[in-house]
């Protein structure tokens, strides 16, 4: 339950900062490229958060938290998913574990849509860090145990031993 309250936590927050983030001018891309000075800043007041991204109209990264994108960047699959959903829906999407295109993390994306564009704006959550209990081992019941926690296809979201051999991994069967 702790990680559960966590998660939620998480999330509620996530989508109140990207709900107010969506009605900022300054945060679409614009067309010299430049993107809002919030990016530069954005990590070190909301150190929780992987990154924070911008997406374009053709769900391309336009702007990150991480540093300027070469380009208008392509991204992965299952973040383009996301993108497209939270733009056709009008709300918070939380997405699949991925990697990262600009980090190479393991992430889960958090997309919300900005109110007057076809933009999306999102914040990743890394998961070897995303529960209190990733990476812990005081919390074990006995030694040799471990915990993990894997989303609906079987994919794991964290674990509390060598995390950074499994998360993103498939263990359905």
């Known amino acids: 339950t702790i990680n559960a309250a966590h998660t939620e936590r998480l999330v509620n927050d996530a989508e109140w900062l990207l709900s107010g983030l969506s009605e900022r001018q300054l945060l679409g891309a614009r067309g010299d490229g430049q993107c809002d000075p919030l990016f530069l800043h954005f ?23 991480l540093g300027k994108p070469p380009g208008r960047m392509e991204v992965p699959m299952a973040a383009q998913r996301v993108v497209r959903q939270a733009r056709a829906e009008r709300k918070l999407i939380v997405g699949p574990p991925h990697q990262s295109a600009v980090s190479g993390e393991w992430v889960v994306l958090l997309a ?15 998961l070897l860090n995303l529960h209190p209990l990733a990476g812990s081992t005081s919390a074990m019941p006995q030694e040799g145990a471990y915990y993990a926690i894997l989303d609906r296809d079987g994919t794991v979201i964290a674990r509390s031993r060598d995390s950074e051999k499994t998360v993103g991994r498939n263990f359905r069967h």
């Open 43 to 65: 990590r070190d007041i909301h150190p929780r958060f992987a990154n924070l991204v911008l997406f374009d109209s053709a769900d391309r990264l336009a702007c990150s938290a």
């Open 112 to 126: 919300y849509p900005v109110s007057a564009s076809d933009q999306v704006v999102g914040v990743s959550l890394g």
